[in-house]
């Protein structure tokens, strides 16, 4: 497929430079790509046309849902309610094991069938009771001009921004993008380098460094997902390494999702993850100090339930995505003795359940 800038779905962007032999290298991620006149970077969506880094999928998407907040999965973000998820194509990672493949690996512009300019999102959003927007089956890195848009859309009706993100993005351009994000959801792949190098082709470090920068450095609320794939990044000692790091650099209110790899891409040969892994996984976080460990995609009540860290009372109870019971206040504290929970609390849990609901926005 050709690109130009007559093409409304493309856009200029800033975060680049030109190099001494002629090539600009795109800022936006650490994959750092060097590219020539007419080539496209390794998510595909950003390309050099006409001397300088565009966008590709300005206003484009691969589809639109609504589902529960608990899917991204946020546990202590406006718990129960509706939020509408969407994503692009492309991924500036290229994980083995990808879940969403069809739309991360895409290259077929028939894949962004969708089309929404931000206003018509956020408006689409407010009709469907959303609470909030997530950027969600692929990357919003890669796209993040347009997930800034539409969040500052979203943020003048009062819904919030959601971005479900691998954190791997460069500190210019993630400071920009955080600053319209109320709450992420940042995919730990793995607590070795050598499971990133090898597997997804990154750097761990580069994801230690989203962690803690919005930890420290934002009010962005986020939780962290790790799926464990069998004998690739499920050891005990690994496991125990991951959740002493988040303790020790991010605290230990800092929620945890761990959840279940199935077959899929190129990591066909490799068996789905036991239900008893992520207990086990569990477990060893909270040994480790977390305090809050979830276990996800899977009947887990245990792993579906949030405790008061002070009198120990189960406050919320999931199963699945599914509230079956809510002993919080209206502003998120515990119902029998005060202690306020982190995370994002206003008003009463939502009703939305478990259902998925794709809608057309345009
Ligand atoms: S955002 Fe895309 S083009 Fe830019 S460095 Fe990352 S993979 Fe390459």
């Not at 990133?196 to 230690?208: E, F, I, K, P, T």
Request: net charge negative; with cysteine.
């Amino acid at each position: 497929m050709t690109v130009s800038l007559d093409d409304p779905h493309t856009v200029p962007t800033r975060h680049w430079h030109r190099l001494d032999d002629g090539r600009l290298q795109c800022d936006v991620c650490p994959r750092a790509c060097k590219l020539r006149e007419g080539q496209r970077g390794l998510c595909f969506v950003r390309a050099r046309i006409d001397d300088q880094i565009v966008l590709t999928t300005y206003g484009r998407s691969s589809g639109f849902c609504v589902d529960p907040v608990e899917k991204k999965p946020l546990n202590h973000f406006l718990p129960g309610s509706a939020v509408l998820s969407f994503g692009t194509a492309g991924c500036n990672l290229a994980c083995k094991f990808c879940q969403n493949w069809d739309i991360s690996k895409s290259r077929e512009i028939d894949t962004l069938s969708g089309r929404a300019e931000p206003d018509e999102l956020a408006s689409a959003a407010e009709n469907l009771g959303c609470r909030s927007v997530a950027f969600t089956y692929n990357d919003p890195t890669i796209f993040f001009e347009y997930a800034a848009d539409i969040a500052d859309a979203c943020r003048d009706r009062g819904i919030k921004a959601i971005a479900v993100t691998a954190g791997y993005m460069c500190p210019a351009p993630r400071a920009e993008f955080y600053s319209h994000i109320d709450a992420a959801n940042v995919d730990l792949k793995a607590f070795t380098e050598d499971f990133y190098r090898r597997v997804c082709v990154g750097h761990l470090d580069d994801v230690l460094d989203t962690l803690r920068y919005l930890r420290h450095e934002t009010d962005v609320w986020f939780e962290i997902t790790t799926l464990l794939i069998p004998e690739h990044n499920d050891s005990d000692a690994e496991i125990a390494a991951e959740c002493a790091w988040i303790r020790d650099e991010l605290g230990d209110d800092v929620p945890l999702h761990f959840t279940a790899f199935h077959p899929d891409y190129k990591m066909l040969d490799i068996p789905p993850t036991p239900p008893a892994t992520l207990t086990r996984a569990r477990h060893i976080a909270l040994a480790e100090g977390l305090r809050f460990v979830y276990t996800g995609n899977v009947h887990d009540t245990d792993g579906g339930t949030t405790s008061c860290p002070s009198c120990g009372i189960a406050v919320v109870t999931r199963d699945w995505y599914v509230i079956r019971r809510y002993a919080l206040t209206d502003d998120g504290r515990c119902a029998q003795c005060g202690t306020q929970l982190p995370g994002v609390y206003e008003g009463p849990v939502g009703r939305w359940g478990s259902k998925r609901l794709p809608v057309l926005i345009a």
